[in-house]
C-alpha cells in the first residue's frame, strides 16, 4: 500500500529525460503546465550516438535560447564526403534551419538540457527513477507506479509523454511495436584523442571496408568535438530480410586502423553499440492520453540515424496537444504523419536500396564524383529541406515523397 503522501498529481509526466523528455519539458513550462520529468538513470549520463548535431537540430536549440552556448563551444560548417575515388565538400545549405551545425558529447548534450528544465519553477525533475506499473481508467492512464531509490510513489498525470529512447521500455508496456520489416540502423561508436578535435567539417567515409576489403553496406563518421576527442563510429542498415552481418565494434576498430595516419588518432574508447528503428516503423505511439515523441516513436532519419533535431520537434508539437483535451489515439500518428509521413517513406525506400550488396559499389563512384549530386544528398541526409524551400531539389525530394508514400501506403508508419 502507497501513502497518500507519496501520490503526486501533475498536468504533464515526461518518460526520459533526453533531448526529446527534456525539450518537452521546458516547452510545458511556458505553457504553465506542471510537469513532473522523470529519468532512470542519474545525469550525467552517456547515450550511444555520433554526437552531431545538424542545423536542423541548432535551430531547435536557438528556439529553447539555447544554441549559442553550443556553437560558442564548437560549430561546423557542413559535411566532407568520401570514397571510391571522390570527395566532395558539403557546406550546410543556407535554409531556414541556418548554416551553422555542431556536435557534442551526449554525456554534456543531455545533462545541459535536462538542468536548464529542471530550473523552470514549473518542472521537477526526479533522476534514478524506474516507471513501472501502469493503472488505466476508462482507457486513459490513470496512475503511474515509480520507483525513486528505495521508495515507490504513484504519479496520477493528465497527460503522458513517453520519451524513453529507442527501446522504449515504458512505451512497449503501452503497445509500441517496432516493425524490423523495415530498414533499421545498427551502429558502434567510439572517442579516439587526436590533434584535430577542432576540425571545422564532419567527415563522412561512405566507402566502407572490413579487414578483408570486402566493401560494407554502410558508412563511417569522424565528428569532431574541439575537446580533444573525436567522436568515431561506423553504420549500417539492415531489414530481417536482408540483416547487416557486420560486427560493428570490430568494424569500427578497423575503420580507425584506417584513419589513424591521416588523423594522428589515439586509440578507441568508451565503445558502444546500439540498434535504432528508423522512419517511423513502429505502430501503437499513443493512446487516449498518452503520446510517443523521438526515438521511442522512431523519428530517426533513415538516411543517416539522426534523431536529436525530431526528438525536439515532436516534444515541441506533442506539448501543443498535451495543453488540449483532446484524445491523442488517431490525432497523435496523424499529426506525425502530417509532418513526416512523405519524407520518411521516401527515406526508408532508398535507405532499403543501400541494404543491396551491389547498390554502393555501383552507384558511389558516381555520385561522388558528381558534386552537385552529392551536395544535394548531404543536404537530405541533414534533414534540410522545408515546406517553404522552393529549390528544385526540395521540390524534386517532396514530389518523389509524395509518390512513395502513395505506392506504399500499407507500409508501418505509426499505424
Not at 133 to 141: D, L, M, P, T
Not at 234 to 251: M, Q, V, Y
Not at 350 to 355: G, K, N, P, V, Y
Request: with cysteine; aromatic share 6%; charged share 20%.
Amino acid at each position: 500500500m502507497v501513502d497518500v503522501t507519496d501520490i503526486v498529481s501533475t498536468d504533464l509526466l515526461i518518460v526520459g529525460a533526453g533531448p526529446g523528455g527534456s525539450t518537452a519539458a521546458i516547452y510545458a513550462a511556458r505553457q504553465g503546465l506542471s510537469t513532473l520529468l522523470i529519468d532512470a538513470a542519474e545525469f550525467p549520463r552517456d547515450k550511444t550516438c555520433g554526437d552531431g548535431l545538424t542545423p536542423r537540430a541548432i535551430h531547435q536549440l536557438r528556439k529553447l535560447g539555447l544554441a549559442d552556448d553550443i556553437l560558442r563551444n564548437y560549430t561546423s560548417h557542413g559535411l566532407k564526403l568520401h570514397g571510391f575515388g571522390g570527395s566532395v565538400t558539403a557546406p550546410w545549405a543556407d535554409s531556414a534551419f541556418g548554416p551553422e551545425g555542431s556536435a557534442m558529447p551526449r554525456t554534456e548534450l543531455d545533462n545541459y538540457l535536462v538542468q536548464h528544465a529542471a530550473s523552470q519553477p514549473e518542472v521537477t525533475l526526479w533522476q534514478g527513477a524506474e516507471a513501472g506499473e501502469i493503472q488505466f481508467a476508462n482507457g486513459q492512464i490513470e496512475q503511474v507506479h515509480v520507483r525513486v531509490g528505495e521508495q515507490e510513489r504513484v504519479v496520477k498525470p493528465r497527460v503522458v509523454i513517453v520519451a524513453d529512447g529507442v527501446r522504449s521500455t515504458f512505451g512497449k508496456r503501452l503497445g509500441r511495436e517496432w516493425h524490423r520489416g523495415e530498414v533499421y540502423g545498427i551502429a558502434a561508436r567510439s572517442y579516439c584523442p587526436t590533434p584535430l578535435h577542432d576540425e571545422p567539417w564532419i567527415h563522412s567515409h561512405l566507402e566502407l571496408r572490413d579487414s578483408s576489403g570486402a566493401i560494407q553496406p554502410g558508412y563511417g563518421w569522424i565528428f569532431p568535438l574541439a575537446n580533444g576527442r573525436v567522436n568515431l563510429g561506423c553504420g549500417a542498415l539492415s531489414t530481417d530480410e536482408r540483416p547487416a552481418r557486420i560486427n560493428t565494434k570490430k568494424l569500427l576498430r578497423t575503420y580507425a586502423d584506417s584513419m589513424r595516419d591521416e588523423w594522428k588518432l589515439g586509440e578507441p574508447t568508451e565503445v558502444a553499440s546500439a540498434l535504432l528503428p528508423m522512419g517511423g516503423a513502429v505502430s501503437g505511439v499513443a493512446g487516449p492520453n498518452w503520446m510517443l515523441i523521438g526515438d521511442a516513436a522512431a523519428c530517426v532519419n533513415p538516411l543517416n540515424g539522426e534523431g536529436i533535431d525530431y526528438g525536439m520537434e515532436t516534444a515541441e508539437l506533442a506539448v501543443e496537444l498535451a495543453a488540449t483535451s483532446k484524445d491523442f489515439s488517431l490525432l497523435w500518428p496523424h499529426v506525425l504523419r502530417t509532418q513526416y509521413g512523405d519524407t520518411f517513406q521516401l527515406a526508408r525506400t532508398l535507405a532499403r536500396a543501400l541494404t543491396y550488396p551491389q547498390f554502393l559499389p555501383m552507384t558511389g563512384p558516381l555520385g561522388l564524383n558528381t558534386p552537385l549530386l552529392m551536395r544535394s544528398a548531404a543536404r537530405l541526409m541533414g534533414n534540410l529541406v522545408t515546406e517553404e524551400d522552393n529549390d528544385i531539389v526540395a521540390r524534386l525530394w517532396r514530389t518523389a515523397g509524395r509518390a512513395v508514400a502513395g505506392r506504399r501506403g500499407d507500409a508501418p508508419l505509426w499505424s
